[in-house]
């Protein structure tokens, strides 16, 4: 079982491709978001948007996969990686390579937003063509710390339809307050605020509220 994640917003959809469009220049075609299944193990990772919509296939092979997963950041590699999908050294005949490559895309550039116990959100930029410098990776690496506070708050949202309140107790929860404490600061009951966690966690499908905070940190609501 794997929370809902809508690849029909209008709102995300339009990011996206904005998204591309800004980086044509670039020779940037297609991009994709993967994230950490909240509900799955260490290795596990969702597709969490992906444009053109043609490429989901190509996507959730990338996310099946364990390349630039959990076993690549225990190498302590960089958070930014630039990569000839044609002439790589490793696992050469890994289908998601094969797929990308049968829809025309030759170079990738990935960029990582760490998360809490080894997991990650990964944004990758595909091109029909090879780069010939750093330099082009660089541009590529930037654009996506740009775009990505606004991109991680939108698949968020989707995610897990939190009220604000529901929010504000987890985001305080985080940064370590008790529920009295909590409720100093949101000016209202202990039980009012026990009412918010409650919620957050049936809708997190926890049953408590440490695990509830972690998967807010995973989905990005946090």
């Known amino acids: 079982m794997t929370l809902p994640v809508n690849f029909d917003s209008v709102g995300l959809d339009g990011i996206l491709a904005d998204w591309v469009c800004a980086l044509r220049d670039q020779g940037v075609e297609a991009v994709l978001v993967l994230g950490p299944n909240p509900l799955g193990g260490r290795d596990q990772r969702e597709v969490l948007a992906v444009h053109p919509p043609r490429l989901v296939a190509a996507a959730e092979a990338l996310a099946e996969s364990r390349d630039f997963g959990a076993g690549w950041r225990d190498s302590d590699a960089p958070l930014v990686a630039w990569q000839d999908i044609s002439k790589s050294s490793f696992e050469q005949s890994s289908r998601w390579r094969r797929l990308w490559l049968a829809h025309g895309y030759q170079t990738l550039v990935r960029v990582a937003f760490s998360l809490p116990a080894s997991r990650a959100f990964e944004c990758f930029m595909f091109s029909p063509r090879a780069f010939a410098d750093r330099s082009e990776a660089a541009v590529l690496a930037w654009s996506a710390f740009n775009v990505w506070p606004m991109l991680r708050r939108t698949i968020a949202e989707q995610r897990v339809g939190l009220s604000p309140r529901e929010l504000e107790s987890l985001n305080l929860a985080f940064e370590g307050l008790t529920a009295r404490e909590t409720a100093a ?38």
Request: with cysteine; aromatic share 6%; net charge positive.
């Open 185 to 222: 600061r949101m000016d209202c009951s202990e039980r009012t605020v026990n009412y918010h966690l409650a919620n957050a966690m049936a809708k997190l499908q926890t049953d408590n509220k440490l695990a509830a905070v972690q998967r807010a940190c995973w989905i990005g609501l946090i």
